[in-house]
């Protein structure tokens, strides 16, 4: 599915162009369907659940790889230093981005629900005090005290229609119900990412907007945990292998530090089986290492034989290029919120 998806919304042959036009049709009808239940939102014609504590929802226009699961884990993490109890509620897809978060930050409460509000219930049962929505800027039927855009800088050479002629969930206009907007960068450079910026403060001229870098800073083995430097991969054969929204932009990041890499591309949120670690293990013989993400790493681990070489998981950290400050102090608007009702 995600090779069809990648030929269908990225490539630029007669054929793909073709296959756009053929699915325009549907993605208009769903454009307006989206458009019509947002005004429904807005005019307060359809019932919206308020959570029991202050609520952070972080999400983004297009499918899969804007890098907001980093980013509600930063945020969570942010929150932990403060010395609040976070939680994380996300809808859950097989356990991959739950591990992830579990792992990126020990100390909060991780509920998988898809629905969000019965999840909050029971992260605040848990004591949270604070809760982060992975993935709900389209959950308009949840209240939140702050409204996080993530924008892919790497969505600039994306189509421009919504789904299914395109990758976007919601176009441009969406990001007015933004209080802050976050463009993300993997593959993408710092002037592209700019460019991007520009057209989110357009589109969003009320909110901040703020630019962070997604990037490798070193590697952790997927049984041991022993620690790698990212100079490691430096002139070494890797197979990358993924199973995430833009598998190339892993490949990139890991080509940026030096390596040779082949990828190995999954769908988003691939479950693996014997077969597929079977399929890795015949490859890891042609390289030096291989290479896998966090999300991967949480369905692996229990499936990779102990005897042989482990796999390397790459651990992405967030750096803030631009507007860190009004981040923070957007969500220090929100944790004032919870110490005046724990007052």
């Known amino acids: 599915m995600r090779f069809v998806t990648h030929w269908l919304w990225a490539r630029r ?15 208009w009808a769903y454009h307006a369907a989206v458009a019509v239940r947002a ?18 929802a972080v999400g983004n226009l297009t499918v899969g790889g804007s890098g907001k699961t980093p980013l509600a884990s930063w945020i969570a993490g942010y929150y932990a230093r403060k010395g609040l109890k976070p939680a994380i509620v996300l809808r859950g897809y097989g356990g991959d981005e739950g591990d992830v978060h579990r792992l990126l930050v020990p100390g909060a409460v991780v509920v998988e629900d898809p629905d969000r509000i019965a999840g909050a219930r029971r992260a605040v049962a848990q004591g949270a005090e604070i ?70 403060r357009r589109a969003a001229p009320r909110a901040p907007v703020a630019i962070a870098k997604l990037a490798i800073t070193g590697f952790r083995g997927l049984l041991s945990g022993g620690f790698r430097s990212a100079e490691s991969l430096d002139g ?52 030096d290492y291989v290479v896998v993400t966090e999300k991967d790493a949480a369905k ?21 290029e631009h507007g860190r400050a009004a981040v923070e102090a957007a969500l220090d608007l929100v944790a004032t919120d919870v110490t005046e009702l724990l007052a």
Do not use: M
Request: hydrophobic share 50%; net charge positive; aromatic share 6%.
């Open 131 to 200: 809760v982060v929505l992975d993935d709900a800027y389209q959950r308009l039927d949840v209240g939140r005290d702050l409204n996080i855009a993530v924008v892919s800088a790497e969505s600039s050479r994306a189509v421009p229609w919504t789904l299914p002629a395109g990758p976007w969930r919601e176009g441009w206009g969406a990001l007015r119900r933004a209080d802050l907007v976050i463009v993300t960068r993997k593959r993408a450079d710092r002037i592209t990412a700019l460019a991007v910026a520009e057209r989110a």
């Open 300 to 320: 692996l681990r229990s499936l990779w034989p102990p005897r042989v070489p482990e796999p390397l998981v790459a651990a992405l950290d967030v750096r803030w």
């Open 236 to 287: 070494a054969r890797v197979l990358a292998t993924a199973g995430i929204g833009d598998p190339d932009s892993f490949a990139s990041q890991c080509r940026r530090l030096g390596a040779h890499v082949e990828l190995l591309a999954w769908p988003d949120h691939h479950s693996y089986r014997a077969g597929d670690v079977a399929r890795l293990l015949h490859a890891a013989a042609a390289v």
């Open 39 to 56: 005004r429904a939102y807005r005019a307060r014609l359809l019932p919206q659940a308020i959570p029991t504590v202050p609520t952070v």
């Open 13 to 27: 042959s007669l054929t793909a162009r073709i296959a756009r036009l053929a699915l325009l049709p549907p993605a």
